[in-house]
Each structure stands twice: as structure tokens, then as C-alpha cells.
């Protein structure tokens, strides 16, 4: 049963994956993005890590996707679809493909290999929400509170800079 | 419709599948037992049937409830005539049905019919595609999510009877289609989704004040959704833990949330340190809900007096009502969750002790009514709410769309993070 869930979500996460490059509406691409998202994290509730499945859903696609698509919707995006494929951006992508498919062929290579261990001899997963947290505050604290700092940053950016147009109406 | 029910049914069953991976599920006929895997399948059908089908129920009703209300609460008598099907007809010219009135009780049905029954019409400009969508995925979301709101216990239910025939039936879980860890964490994320609905029938409309709805509507679900997150974390920090049912029953054995009374087992006086942190993540919780749900006093997508009827102005039939009955749906979930995470959901308000086979039911059909019974607790707990939300609904005005987004950012906002430090510091004193 597993297994056929896993080719169910495997083909159509990589069906809307193409979709969203093949798609010459924007507002198109961003929907299988969506749906691209929505299959990894059935993906993730397959391997029984729900508390990355219901991240991956509530960050991407549930607040990110959304204000790409607020932002493309403001656009003409009919003047975007008429737009043709550009032969640099087709070699460019080539080249970050085979690139990726180099690391992910290094990684496969040096992990278990597939069906070395049985499912079931696995041990059942501990509580993933539990094992995340705890490795954020000790492995990962420093990497953790960076980022908290980074995103800060941006956030006082953001406000800086969309604050700026308001002092000359003020005199 | 169709459409929509089959995918919710396909998420709760993937869901229903993965999270019932402990097993358990048995079902024996008459000596034969079935291949497990379709015991799990067809139990958890059952389960969503049941479930959708309650959900459906009181979605219809609640339309009722809000029109009648909305008549009381404006001196008017409001849909009281419409009784049941056929009643008052004379039958053959032999006998005449007799004629209840039964309160109005019987008008879902013919405002189904008339939507069902009205001309299907698609204006030329649209975005075909996007606009057909629209509706199932404004209507998804909250079918999906109550997959995982706890209805009743977790103890599971063993039925067994030998004669006429040897038959063996065990559910694990009775109460809870998916009982997953992250539960909360699942209800948001899939509530989530219900915005894509309104912005695509807002954009593929091809029409301004479509636009405009869908617009505010994006902003306003994302502007809420944070301090509607933010409001629970003081709840889990409490806890301990993201499981619906294990909130449940902390709140069965300590009191509930919002109102922790003392007669419960494991009451603790410094608990009532933490009530007043709980108490306001209540009211973010409950104002956030207004505004995902659109209702008044936040239906700024939708408000009939700038937008026409905002997002869903260009639609008709079973396309319009698929929205007015997903806004309902929604409602219903936000009362469901809000039942579950401050008002004990199925737990009653007596002492563990007294009604010791309320909490622990015993095995057999009696377990199965009794879990029954918890059902029905937590459903009167939710109509609760629902009537709260069509009261404000007719009691106050619309605010306007700055002051929506000035109260989310400037005031719930920072509240929500104050009320969250202000937590863990208490229970890092009282622990």
C-alpha cells in the first residue's frame, strides 16, 4: 500500500514539477508549485515526518506561494505568457541540472542503499516535533539564532525602506 | 461538489492510512477475516463517511440557524413555513400527508434545489479553467481538516457476538479519523489552502470587484493566520505536546483552558497563574477566526456595500454554492477547533470521578454509545460557537479594510508574542 502511495505522489510531484517550467502563464507556474509542495509533504506523512508535512504546507504553500501569486496577479500576465523560452536560460539550466543530479548521485552513492534494512526492522520513528526542537537548541543553535537575527534584519529593512516616502509629506 | 468530497475523502484516507500504521484495525465475519489492509480501508471510509456526513448536516443547518437568528435578532419572523417534503399533498386523491411545519426545519432543501435547480452561467471573459476550480478548492480545505479534530475518545471499541455468526470488530482511535502528532499544526496548514480558492475565483473572473475581493482577501487570511498561529503557542507550551486528543484529555484531568475549574483531578492552584495568559489567547484565537472565516465584522472580501458581492460576484448555481457553503464549512471548523483547544472538547464539566465510564468507556456496544455521547457533546459545544458567530455577525458593523490591518499587525501581533514570553516565564516560575 505504502509503495503505491509513494508512486501516486512520487509521479505527480514530478508531473507538476515540469509543469511549473513548462507553463508559459505565471500564474499557472506558481499553482503546480503548489501542487508540487502539496506532494512533497504527502511525501514526508508517508515517511511519517508530519511535522515537516504540515511545515512544508503551512510555510510554502500556504503564506509563500500565496504572496507570489498576490504579486503575480498584480502584473500584466498576459504580456509574461508571450514571452519565449531564451536559449541562455535553457543552457544555464542544463548546467545547474547536471550539477544537481552530480551531488544527488554522491549522496546516493554514500548513504544505505535502498532495501539493505527492511522497513519494519526499523525502529518507529520518535517524535519528530520533539527530536527537531531538541537539535535546534543544541546542535543547531548557533546556525538558529543567526538566521532568527537575519530574518530581523530583513524585517527592519523592509520597514526602513518602505517607511522612507513618508518624510516629505510630513514638512 | 462531487469532486471536492472525493479528494477530501482521498486526503483523510491517506491520512487515516499512514497514522493508523500502529494497526489494530480487526474485522472478523463469521470466521473469516478480512485482508487487513481493506479492514483499515473500509473502517476508515466509514469513519469519513460519517463524519462528512455530520459535517454536511450541520453545515445546511447552520445556514438555517443563521437566518433564523439574523430574523430574530432583527424583529422579523424570518423561513418558519417550510416543512417536510410532500407534507399537505394529497396522495392519489386518496389521503392527504399531514402538514408540520416543523419550525422551518425543512428549508435546506428547497434552497438546495433552487441553487441546483437555477441556470448555470459563465460569462465569456473568464479564465475557464481557473474559475471552475475555484470553487471545490474554497470548499476543500475545512473537509479536509476535520479529519483530525477529535469528536470522541481514543479508547478503542471491541465488538464481538458470536451468534447468528461469529463476528469481530475492533476500532482503534473510534474518535479521531487521523490521530496524528502535529494535529494543530495540520489544521492550520490545510486551512490555509482556502485562500487559493477565493484569490483564483477573484483573478480568473476577469472582472474588478472580483479582483479587488480576491486581493483583500490574500492579505487579510495571511495577515490573521499569524496571530492566529501565534495565539495557540502559549496553549503547547502548557501541554507539551501538538496532539489534538492529548489536549483533550490534559483538559479532561486539569479543567478546561478557559475556564479551569478546581473539582478536576489533577488541578493545581498555580495553574490559575497561567488562566489569564489562556484567556487572551482565546480572544486572539476567536477575533483571528473572524477574519479566516470572512465573517462579519471582517467580510471585507466579500463586503455586498463596495465589491457587489466581492470574489464570488461573477458566479452562479452550484459554483456559488459551493463558496456560500464552504464559508460555512470553514465556520464550522473554526468552532471545531476552538471547542477542542479551550473548551475541553467531549469532556464534560464534573469531576473524572463521577462519571468514571464517561472517560473510560467500557468495551461493546455500550462503549460504542457512549463514544456516541462524547460525539454529541462536543457537536452541542460546537453549535455553541456557531450561534456565537452569527450573533456578532448581526450585532456588529463592518470595519473598514486600514483599521482590519491596523488591528492584526499593530495590536494582535505584538500581543500574541508578549503573551507567549509572558507564559514561559510563568511556567518557568511555577515549575
Partial sequence: ?171 | MLMNLSSALAGACVLGQTAAADGGYVLNVAGYSLWPALTITLLILVKVAVVIGVMLFFVSYSVVAERRCSAAIQDRMGPNRTGLPLSGVKVLGLFTVPKWKLLGLGQPLPDSLKLILKEEFTPASVNKFYFTLAPALAMMPSLIVVCVVPYACLVPIHIAFSSPFEFVLNIPNPGVIANIDVGILFAFAISSLGVYGIVLAGWSSNSKYPFLGGIRSSAQMISYEVSMGLSVIPIFLVIGKLNLSDLVQYQATHGWLIFPFPWTSEFTWSQLLLWPCLLLSFVIFLVSAFAETNRLPFDLPESETELVGGYHTEYSSMKFALFFLGEYAALIVASCLMVTLFLGGWSWLTPASWTPWYYNPPAGWLGLAITGLQAITFLIKMAMFIFVFIWVRWTLPRFRYDQLMQIGWKFFLPVALLNILLTAVLLAVIR
Fill in chain 1, 1 to 171: 500500500m505504502e509503495a503505491l502511495f509513494f508512486w501516486v505522489f512520487a509521479i505527480g510531484m514530478l508531473l507538476a514539477g515540469a509543469s511549473v517550467i513548462l507553463n508559459r502563464n505565471p500564474v499557472a507556474s506558481a499553482l503546480s508549485l503548489v501542487v508540487t509542495m502539496c506532494f512533497m509533504a504527502a511525501l514526508f506523512a508517508l515517511l511519517n515526518a508530519f511535522f515537516l508535512a504540515a511545515i512544508q504546507i503551512l510555510v510554502y504553500a500556504g503564506a509563500v506561494m500565496v504572496l507570489f501569486l498576490f504579486i503575480i496577479m498584480l502584473l500584466d500576465v498576459k504580456a509574461e505568457a508571450k514571452t519565449r523560452m531564451r536559449w541562455i536560460s535553457l543552457v544555464l539550466g542544463l548546467v545547474l541540472a547536471i550539477f544537481f543530479s552530480y551531488e544527488l548521485s554522491l549522496v546516493l552513492r554514500d548513504g544505505v542503499p535502498m532495501g539493505a534494512v527492511p522497513l519494519a526492522k526499523l525502529p518507529p520513528p520518535p517524535s519528530d516535533i520533539a527530536t527537531i526542537g531538541r537539535l535546534l537548541f543544541t546542535k543547531y543553535l548557533l546556525p538558529f539564532e543567526v538566521v532568527g537575527v537575519l530574518l530581523l534584519v530583513a524585517t527592519i529593512g523592509v520597514v526602513l525602506l518602505s517607511k522612507r516616502d513618508n518624510k516629505p509629506e510630513a514638512k
